[in-house]
């Protein structure tokens, strides 16, 4: 019953057996991440079924980072300040140190100076994914940038960066858009799961990129792990927008569907291209 | 169909033509704001049809202010720091600097020393709109304050002040209360719509700021801004009571209906006097 | 028709009795707390009819902490940084010097360092509540600690510990858990209420302890305070789970039933032993 995906690099029933480990193991998500999106992003993550730990702080980052437990770490530059930036080097190192993947979302990264820079020195440090909008992904491998967080550009658009990205910094690029594209460089997986509603609800790709983490957590196929999480949100979507009269019950729902959303579920229903 | 407010500064129809207008240009709203509300405003101005932009760090919040795209500046001093109100200065530079408008929202002014004077500071600066509660505008009018963020005053018993705050800054003054009071310093605006289930959900009059500073994006008229972001929240908040069975269904449904309220309905149902 | 509890140190009534004295005195809960649950904190405390205070700066922690208003005040550490941990100290100093009640919520201590050693501090300084799961009193009590901010660590396990705190430190320790312990270091309150996706929404037991906070301003006993906080948070559980269909739901069916349930209900309700 899972549709042939033979000819991408992960498969929908991969998807489905990454959902069923992640439900298995719970990783631990470290996120240092931004004051609008926290609580959202640590009730997808409780949703879905991982334990989320925001610890952001310069004395704790790089030790909690190398906690030896399944999981990840995300770094989300939504609201950065010296003293949480500080803290997410520290963490990065400490991921680095011992192994343990780490996701970079360079939140509004080519709008604006700081955290552009700031986006390319974690980037230069290798993380296992990255994740952003076309606009983001574009600004970081030169392009011009949008104006805030939302992307004016489609992913399509920035496929190529997204490759010279994902080659020359060892990581795995996912490129969120009404057609999700993921990349390692070489192979490409496309998502084409979702709603619109999506984008009316603050902290959806904040949150994708801290499930992303968690996936990475799990699995060592970091194309898996971040296609996984996309599918498990995108699909999850869908059913959360039939559910709900605008984006204030869709966002409800939405957590109400990762928590029931089945591994098998995923694999049938994931469109993959 | 639209009742007749030809006494009132601004018109019902006028509510209306501005909330078209907002939802055609979608402005980028840019937020210094607080802990507590910072994903319910981004998801206030998200379901409204706005752009939240959260940018409060000092690297960046001069630079950001100066984007010149439409929209505006929301200041919001719910749980200051000393880095977060070095951010805010520069915002408000930033945005006078380019003619941007910004709103002020004196948190709990009066009740606090140190956020009183930050907030007497920003007002000199002359924002487009002040918004408050009675108590933060009496007390930033010379009167005692409040015991925190919640007011003890009623509109009515500070209009004098909020008139007189208008007047020597330059500013619209915006008292929320049962009956809300606008006033550019001679003409008066009450809208008598809302619900008690507002003072139920925390950050409610905060993201009515932050709605101010978008529809400030869109249209000169300062008081019409004010009353627009006033009339869209409360008449939608009607709707949501009637629907809730509580305030946390309530603010659920809020959402809901920010993202569905046409112009048409804001002009008829808007109650002003 | 209120069960049996003689033999208990508080009665089912008697937390009836303090849910009607916090409806009528709506105590001001001065809340230093994290970035993640900061919105859902305010809101619980909303719905429940307290008014929640965030002040967690330096400048105005101590002078909020000494307002002379019913009420208490929370110290959760859940994201500390250094400038919010030097708040709580001047608000704990501010709390004391003027007899208000604080409630300690050392998220994650035994986990990390720094704030096992900051929860220490404080700890030292005599909340009128400590508040934390079983992995949090068992470390600071001596233990090893948790993986984080969940705990895998039953309530039973760590009862002698919770005593022996509570005894050393005089106040009184809450271990939330399946079955939730109370204790004054002599008496014991067992509260058998709850359902397990309290577990899947993120700050319920930050909540609770910001709860714990505003009882302990309306009445003297602190054991009844916690206990009540603890009924009321877990009997309204139980009829928001009843309600919804997943964690999302849960929540917001959790604020609107906070808002209603009455005294006599939870007097009738709550399951003691």
């Not at 795995?172 to 609800?201: C, E, K």
């Amino acid at each position: 019953m899972t549709p042939d995906t033979s000819s991408t690099p992960v498969r929908a029933g991969d998807l489905g057996g990454a959902l069923a480990a992640f439900r298995e193991a719970s990783p631990l998500v470290h996120c240092l991440t931004n004051i609008v999106v926290a609580q959202w992003t640590a009730n997808v993550l409780l949703a879905a079924g991982a334990a989320p730990a925001m610890v952001d702080n310069t004395h704790e980052a790089g030790e909690f980072a190398r906690v030896p437990v399944p999981g990840g770490v995300l770094v989300n530059l939504g609201t950065p300040q010296d003293h949480t930036v500080a803290a997410m080097r520290l963490a990065v190192a400490g991921a680095n140190e011992t192994g343990r993947p780490w996701v970079l979302d360079p939140v509004a990264a080519g709008g604006l100076g700081w955290r552009t820079a700031v986006a390319r020195e974690l980037l230069a440090q290798r993380p296992a994914i990255l994740r952003g909008n076309a606009s983001e992904i574009g600004a970081l491998a030169g392009g011009a940038g949008g104006r805030g967080v939302d992307s004016t550009d489609a992913p399509e658009q920035v496929l190529d960066a997204a490759r010279h990205l994902a080659r020359t910094h060892g990581t795995v690029v996912a490129v969120s858009g009404p057609l999700d594209h993921l990349t390692d460089g070489d192979g490409l997986v496309r998502i084409g799961n979702g709603h619109p509603w999506l984008t009316r609800v603050t902290g959806v790709g904040c949150a994708l990129g801290a499930l992303m983490a968690g996936f990475a957590g799990v699995t060592d196929d970091r194309l898996l792990a971040a296609a996984a999480a996309t599918g498990l949100l995108t699909v999850a979507a869908e059913d959360a927008a039939a559910a709900a009269s605008g984006p204030g019950s869709f966002a409800v729902m939405l957590l109400d569907r990762l928590s029931t959303l089945t591994a098998r579920e995923l694999s049938e229903r994931v469109r993959l291209s």
